[in-house]
């Protein structure tokens, strides 16, 4: 593709320079017709269609390595977008190009010439802009509608619009792999459209052929869950990628060019999220909220699991999963005990309480 491109620059500049030499040599033959026989004229005209040829010889490479850089980068680009945005975003081109021509000749009845110094200039100056501005405002959006709104939606939403007012939500590898995203997504508390990236599931797919066991079964998982959740649930996958590096930086890329919602149970990635302005929907923080308010004081019946870390503890854990440090309770280890909780600790994964057995009260 390069050498044909080159090859049609080298004849175009070539034959253009040939044809700029022979222009120049006539607009110039009255300067240098005296004193020359009509002989010295012909050779006056090749040598200028000459010097053009060569001319042009020179300058094609350049022009063709400026070219091909430009077609070569604006193919990578498209690459990277969705087949069916640049569709879309063509026609929105279409529809603005189309536009700004009416408008355009509407703009011919007004007369600019009686504005004075810039009136010549104005008019063109007009033209310019209002088809750049309707050209590159109908390709986005046209490339935006199919972004958000797939063919099929677009169909089935007819005049309603009834998903204009869904919210676009994001999910990574990490909550893909949590598993809890899908009883979420049932209770009903997550509507909106989901949305899985191709690199997201490149990367689950990366898991899933690890050589290390538990790698490989959490991306089986993943793979499983997303396949469940497709057949029950409107999920999308899309082919749009970025140059970013890492997952989790075209992740915020795309939460903030989309301008959806980023579901993760990744901490570190939820704060970078959200200082960039990343609306960030954490299962994690969700659990803790769910979790039932317990103060100090209170009894609880615990099922004592495990010996604690301390001695004489035991420990065990209530129905949402929050465990519990039982003083006095080592003994008790695989019975069901009142404790009473004495305090609480907030960790980073969340509340741990600590209780002290009570014999009185045990069952």
Partial sequence: MAKIVKWLLYIIFMVFGGLLGYSISEYTSEFFSIGLTSGGMIANTLAMIVLGIFLGYI???LFAWLIVKIIDKLAKMLQSIPVQEVLMGAIGLLFGLILAFFINLALQTVSFSSIPVIGAYLGPLCAIMITLFFGTF???????????HSFKRMLSAGVQGHYISQRLILLDTSVIIDGRISAVRDSGFLDGILMVPRFVLQELQTLADS???????????????????????EIEVTDRDYDDKGVDAKLIRMALDMRACLCTTDFNLAKVAMVQGVTVLNINQLTNALRPVVIAGELLDVTIIKEGKEAGQGVGYLDDGTMIVVEEGRRYVGETVKAEITSVMQTAAGRMFFARYRPNTAN
Avoid: E, T
């Fill in 138 to 148: 109908g390709a986005y959006c046209g490339s935006r509608v199919v972004f958000i």
């Fill in 211 to 233: 050589d290390n066991n538990l790698k490989r079964n959490r991306g089986r998982r993943g793979l499983d869950l997303l396949s469940n959740m497709r057949k029950n649930h």
């Fill in 59 to 61: 300058l094609a490479p």
